[in-house]
Protein backbone atom coordinates (compact mmCIF):
# COMPACT_ATOMS: atom_id res chain seq x y z
CA UNK A 1 0.00 0.00 0.00
CA UNK A 2 1.61 3.22 -1.44
CA UNK A 3 2.22 5.71 1.98
CA UNK A 4 3.26 9.67 1.61
CA UNK A 5 6.33 8.91 2.84
CA UNK A 6 6.74 6.02 -0.42
CA UNK A 7 8.82 6.94 -3.04
CA UNK A 8 6.48 5.98 -5.81
CA UNK A 9 3.60 7.95 -3.68
CA UNK A 10 2.50 11.00 -6.11
CA UNK A 11 2.55 12.89 -2.43
CA UNK A 12 5.95 11.54 -1.84
CA UNK A 13 7.94 15.03 -3.50
CA UNK A 14 5.04 17.27 -2.48
CA UNK A 15 6.22 16.10 1.35
CA UNK A 16 9.70 16.43 0.33
CA UNK A 17 9.34 20.41 -0.81
CA UNK A 18 7.03 20.92 2.57
CA UNK A 19 9.75 19.11 4.37
CA UNK A 20 12.35 21.90 2.24
CA UNK A 21 10.60 24.82 3.09
CA UNK A 22 9.93 24.40 6.73
CA UNK A 23 13.36 23.76 7.21
CA UNK A 24 14.45 26.66 5.19
CA UNK A 25 12.08 28.88 7.99
CA UNK A 26 13.29 26.58 10.49
CA UNK A 27 16.63 28.21 9.56
CA UNK A 28 16.37 31.82 9.35
CA UNK A 29 14.42 31.16 13.28
CA UNK A 30 17.25 29.83 14.24
CA UNK A 31 19.44 32.24 12.74
CA UNK A 32 17.75 35.56 14.25
CA UNK A 33 18.45 33.91 17.81
CA UNK A 34 22.20 34.28 16.64
CA UNK A 35 21.55 38.24 16.26
CA UNK A 36 22.35 38.63 20.39
CA UNK A 37 25.82 37.53 19.83
CA UNK A 38 27.22 38.45 16.49
CA UNK A 39 24.89 40.58 14.80
CA UNK A 40 22.53 40.50 11.39
CA UNK A 41 25.73 40.94 9.56
CA UNK A 42 27.69 38.19 11.74
CA UNK A 43 25.20 35.78 11.44
CA UNK A 44 24.78 36.20 7.57
CA UNK A 45 28.96 36.11 7.47
CA UNK A 46 28.44 32.48 9.52
CA UNK A 47 25.27 31.12 7.13
CA UNK A 48 27.31 32.13 4.25
CA UNK A 49 30.73 30.34 5.23
CA UNK A 50 29.73 27.72 6.29
CA UNK A 51 27.20 26.80 2.98
CA UNK A 52 30.29 27.76 0.84
CA UNK A 53 32.35 25.22 2.68
CA UNK A 54 29.86 22.42 2.12
CA UNK A 55 29.39 23.56 -1.21
CA UNK A 56 32.84 23.58 -2.21
CA UNK A 57 33.51 20.23 -0.71
CA UNK A 58 30.37 19.04 -2.71
CA UNK A 59 30.73 20.39 -5.76
CA UNK A 60 34.81 20.47 -6.11
CA UNK A 61 34.96 23.38 -8.71
CA UNK A 62 37.47 23.60 -9.18
CA UNK A 63 37.64 20.41 -11.26
CA UNK A 64 36.02 22.37 -14.39
CA UNK A 65 38.51 24.89 -16.20
CA UNK A 66 36.70 28.51 -16.73
CA UNK A 67 38.02 31.93 -19.45
CA UNK A 68 38.78 34.61 -17.39
CA UNK A 69 36.03 36.10 -18.55
CA UNK A 70 33.47 33.70 -17.19
CA UNK A 71 34.34 35.22 -13.26
CA UNK A 72 32.77 38.52 -14.14
CA UNK A 73 29.20 36.78 -14.28
CA UNK A 74 30.39 34.30 -11.61
CA UNK A 75 31.35 37.66 -9.08
CA UNK A 76 28.32 39.35 -10.37
CA UNK A 77 26.35 36.22 -9.25
CA UNK A 78 28.03 35.92 -5.85
CA UNK A 79 27.72 39.49 -5.01
CA UNK A 80 23.95 39.20 -5.46
CA UNK A 81 24.22 36.42 -3.26
CA UNK A 82 26.00 38.08 -0.89
CA UNK A 83 24.12 41.22 -0.48
CA UNK A 84 20.14 39.00 -0.78
CA UNK A 85 21.26 37.47 2.77
CA UNK A 86 22.88 40.19 4.46
CA UNK A 87 20.02 42.47 3.39
CA UNK A 88 17.33 40.10 4.65
CA UNK A 89 18.87 39.51 8.15
CA UNK A 90 19.08 42.96 8.23
CA UNK A 91 15.03 43.38 7.57
CA UNK A 92 14.55 40.52 10.63
CA UNK A 93 16.45 43.13 13.17
CA UNK A 94 13.10 44.98 13.15
CA UNK A 95 9.93 43.22 11.38
CA UNK A 96 8.84 39.52 11.67
CA UNK A 97 9.84 36.41 9.58
CA UNK A 98 6.66 36.23 7.46
CA UNK A 99 6.46 39.70 6.51
CA UNK A 100 10.46 40.04 5.99
CA UNK A 101 10.07 36.87 3.43
CA UNK A 102 6.53 38.31 1.34
CA UNK A 103 8.37 41.62 1.06
CA UNK A 104 11.43 39.68 -0.90
CA UNK A 105 9.41 37.42 -2.62
CA UNK A 106 9.04 40.32 -4.50
CA UNK A 107 12.11 40.12 -6.47
CA UNK A 108 11.45 36.40 -8.08
CA UNK A 109 7.72 37.44 -8.99
CA UNK A 110 9.20 40.71 -11.19
CA UNK A 111 11.81 38.40 -12.75
CA UNK A 112 8.28 36.32 -13.37
CA UNK A 113 6.52 38.99 -14.91
CA UNK A 114 9.37 40.31 -16.85
CA UNK A 115 10.10 37.27 -18.16
CA UNK A 116 5.73 36.73 -19.18
CA UNK A 117 4.13 37.83 -22.41
CA UNK A 118 0.31 37.27 -20.81
CA UNK A 119 -1.92 40.44 -20.01
CA UNK A 120 -3.65 38.02 -16.75
CA UNK A 121 -0.07 38.46 -14.96
CA UNK A 122 -0.93 42.17 -14.92
CA UNK A 123 -3.92 41.27 -12.94
CA UNK A 124 -1.76 39.17 -10.82
CA UNK A 125 1.26 41.82 -10.30
CA UNK A 126 -1.88 44.23 -8.90
CA UNK A 127 -2.84 41.55 -6.33
CA UNK A 128 0.80 41.78 -5.13
CA UNK A 129 0.84 45.42 -5.06
CA UNK A 130 -2.55 45.26 -3.15
CA UNK A 131 -0.65 43.14 -0.84
CA UNK A 132 2.33 45.27 -0.72
CA UNK A 133 0.04 48.59 0.26
CA UNK A 134 -1.89 46.40 2.91
CA UNK A 135 1.74 45.76 4.51
CA UNK A 136 2.28 49.72 4.80
CA UNK A 137 0.92 51.07 8.19
CA UNK A 138 -1.13 54.33 8.36
CA UNK A 139 -2.44 56.07 10.71
CA UNK A 140 -2.54 55.02 14.25
CA UNK A 141 -0.67 51.60 12.84
CA UNK A 142 2.54 53.97 11.09
CA UNK A 143 4.93 52.73 14.32
CA UNK A 144 3.76 48.97 14.15
CA UNK A 145 6.26 48.05 11.22
CA UNK A 146 10.07 49.70 10.77
CA UNK A 147 10.30 51.49 7.32
CA UNK A 148 13.85 50.55 7.74
CA UNK A 149 13.12 46.74 7.84
CA UNK A 150 10.70 46.91 5.15
CA UNK A 151 13.46 48.68 2.68
CA UNK A 152 15.72 46.13 3.64
CA UNK A 153 13.35 43.63 2.45
CA UNK A 154 12.76 44.70 -0.27
CA UNK A 155 15.96 45.87 -1.51
CA UNK A 156 17.33 42.26 -0.62
CA UNK A 157 14.03 41.04 -3.25
CA UNK A 158 15.83 43.62 -5.67
CA UNK A 159 19.04 41.18 -5.07
CA UNK A 160 16.97 38.02 -5.27
CA UNK A 161 16.32 39.09 -8.85
CA UNK A 162 19.39 39.70 -9.99
CA UNK A 163 20.54 36.51 -7.94
CA UNK A 164 18.02 34.83 -10.31
CA UNK A 165 18.91 36.59 -13.56
CA UNK A 166 22.73 35.77 -13.02
CA UNK A 167 22.78 32.45 -11.38
CA UNK A 168 20.56 31.09 -14.70
CA UNK A 169 23.02 32.85 -17.17
CA UNK A 170 26.40 31.35 -14.79
CA UNK A 171 24.63 27.71 -14.52
CA UNK A 172 23.76 27.39 -18.67
CA UNK A 173 26.73 28.94 -19.21
CA UNK A 174 29.68 27.11 -17.17
CA UNK A 175 28.13 24.26 -14.94
CA UNK A 176 25.99 23.99 -11.98
CA UNK A 177 29.28 24.00 -10.43
CA UNK A 178 29.25 27.97 -10.52
CA UNK A 179 27.04 27.56 -7.50
CA UNK A 180 30.08 27.09 -5.18
CA UNK A 181 32.00 29.68 -6.29
CA UNK A 182 29.29 32.07 -6.46
CA UNK A 183 28.81 30.97 -2.55
CA UNK A 184 32.64 31.50 -2.02
CA UNK A 185 32.45 35.03 -3.44
CA UNK A 186 29.28 35.87 -1.19
CA UNK A 187 31.33 34.86 1.94
CA UNK A 188 34.10 36.80 1.63
CA UNK A 189 31.98 39.88 0.40
CA UNK A 190 30.08 39.50 3.37
CA UNK A 191 32.49 38.09 5.85
CA UNK A 192 33.91 41.73 6.30
CA UNK A 193 30.62 43.12 7.44
CA UNK A 194 30.26 40.59 9.96
CA UNK A 195 33.82 41.18 11.19
CA UNK A 196 33.18 44.50 11.38
CA UNK A 197 29.99 43.92 14.10
CA UNK A 198 30.80 40.80 15.77
CA UNK A 199 34.81 41.07 15.62
CA UNK A 200 36.72 38.07 17.22
CA UNK A 201 33.15 36.74 18.61
CA UNK A 202 32.03 35.54 15.17
CA UNK A 203 34.71 32.95 15.59
CA UNK A 204 33.49 31.60 19.07
CA UNK A 205 33.64 27.91 19.58
CA UNK A 206 30.12 28.18 21.69
CA UNK A 207 28.53 29.95 18.45
CA UNK A 208 29.73 27.40 16.36
CA UNK A 209 26.89 24.33 16.67
CA UNK A 210 24.30 26.97 15.60
CA UNK A 211 26.34 28.39 13.20
CA UNK A 212 26.53 25.55 11.38
CA UNK A 213 22.55 24.30 11.94
CA UNK A 214 21.51 27.21 10.30
CA UNK A 215 23.85 26.63 7.20
CA UNK A 216 22.49 23.22 7.06
CA UNK A 217 18.54 24.35 7.52
CA UNK A 218 18.57 27.42 5.64
CA UNK A 219 21.11 25.53 2.54
CA UNK A 220 22.04 22.50 2.36
CA UNK A 221 19.00 20.18 3.28
CA UNK A 222 16.36 22.24 1.74
CA UNK A 223 18.58 22.49 -1.69
CA UNK A 224 19.48 18.76 -1.21
CA UNK A 225 15.47 17.95 -1.24
CA UNK A 226 14.34 20.80 -3.67
CA UNK A 227 16.63 19.05 -6.26
CA UNK A 228 15.26 15.46 -5.27
CA UNK A 229 11.80 17.49 -6.04
CA UNK A 230 12.57 18.49 -9.49
CA UNK A 231 13.22 15.17 -10.61
CA UNK A 232 10.25 13.98 -9.84
CA UNK A 233 7.83 17.33 -10.42
CA UNK A 234 7.02 19.20 -13.14
CA UNK A 235 8.90 22.51 -12.71
CA UNK A 236 5.63 24.68 -13.05
CA UNK A 237 3.90 22.93 -10.27
CA UNK A 238 7.15 22.83 -8.25
CA UNK A 239 6.97 27.14 -8.22
CA UNK A 240 3.65 27.46 -7.66
CA UNK A 241 3.61 25.28 -4.76
CA UNK A 242 7.30 27.16 -3.58
CA UNK A 243 5.14 30.06 -3.25
CA UNK A 244 4.17 28.87 -0.36
CA UNK A 245 7.38 29.52 1.65
CA UNK A 246 6.03 33.26 2.80
CA UNK A 247 3.10 31.16 4.89
CA UNK A 248 5.70 28.81 5.84
CA UNK A 249 7.58 31.79 7.33
CA UNK A 250 4.67 33.61 9.06
CA UNK A 251 3.62 30.69 11.07
CA UNK A 252 8.01 29.93 11.58
CA UNK A 253 7.94 32.97 12.93
CA UNK A 254 4.97 32.83 15.12
CA UNK A 255 5.99 29.31 16.52
CA UNK A 256 9.90 30.06 17.16
CA UNK A 257 9.64 33.84 17.93
CA UNK A 258 6.60 34.66 19.03
CA UNK A 259 6.03 37.13 16.34
CA UNK A 260 2.14 37.62 15.61
CA UNK A 261 0.28 39.00 12.65
CA UNK A 262 -2.57 41.11 12.24
CA UNK A 263 -5.27 40.01 10.37
CA UNK A 264 -4.67 42.88 7.89
CA UNK A 265 -0.71 41.21 7.58
CA UNK A 266 -1.89 37.91 6.95
CA UNK A 267 -4.58 39.03 4.53
CA UNK A 268 -1.05 41.19 2.58
CA UNK A 269 0.88 38.02 3.03
CA UNK A 270 -2.02 35.97 1.11
CA UNK A 271 -1.98 38.42 -1.73
CA UNK A 272 1.28 38.05 -2.56
CA UNK A 273 1.43 34.65 -1.89
CA UNK A 274 -1.63 34.31 -4.42
CA UNK A 275 -0.01 36.66 -7.08
CA UNK A 276 3.20 34.59 -6.66
CA UNK A 277 1.18 31.02 -7.56
CA UNK A 278 -0.79 32.73 -10.09
CA UNK A 279 2.27 33.96 -12.42
CA UNK A 280 4.32 31.05 -11.77
CA UNK A 281 1.74 28.47 -12.73
CA UNK A 282 0.45 30.72 -15.58
CA UNK A 283 4.21 30.76 -17.00
CA UNK A 284 6.05 27.60 -19.15
CA UNK A 285 9.67 28.81 -17.48
CA UNK A 286 8.40 29.91 -13.73
CA UNK A 287 11.60 31.91 -11.65
CA UNK A 288 13.37 29.42 -9.96
CA UNK A 289 14.53 31.05 -6.39
CA UNK A 290 18.19 30.65 -5.49
CA UNK A 291 20.03 30.53 -8.92
CA UNK A 292 18.35 29.74 -12.51
CA UNK A 293 19.43 25.37 -11.69
CA UNK A 294 20.77 24.73 -8.23
CA UNK A 295 20.81 27.42 -5.74
CA UNK A 296 23.05 28.74 -2.96
CA UNK A 297 21.96 30.51 0.52
CA UNK A 298 18.98 31.84 -0.67
CA UNK A 299 17.67 33.60 2.61
CA UNK A 300 16.10 33.14 4.72
Known amino acids: MSTPASSSSPLYPVLLLVIAMVSMQ ?12 VGAQGTAALRLLFSAVMLLAYFRPWRIRMPASAWRLVVAYGLSLGAMNLLFYMSLRTIPLGIAVALEFTGPL ?12 FAWIAL ?16 TLDPAGMAYALAAGLCWALYIVFGRSAGVRHGT ?3 ALAASVAALAVLPFGLA ?3 PALFSFDL ?3 AIGVAVLSSSL ?13 VRIFGTLLSLEPVF ?11 ALTLMQWAAVAAIVTASAGITAGSGRPARRRAGKPAAGKTP
Open 26 to 37: GGAALAKSLFPA
Open 249 to 259: AALSGLLFLGE
Open 177 to 179: QTV
Open 208 to 210: LPL
Open 222 to 234: PYALEITVLARMP
Open 128 to 143: AAAGLLLLVPHGADVH
Open 197 to 199: QAG
Open 110 to 121: AVALLSSRRLAD
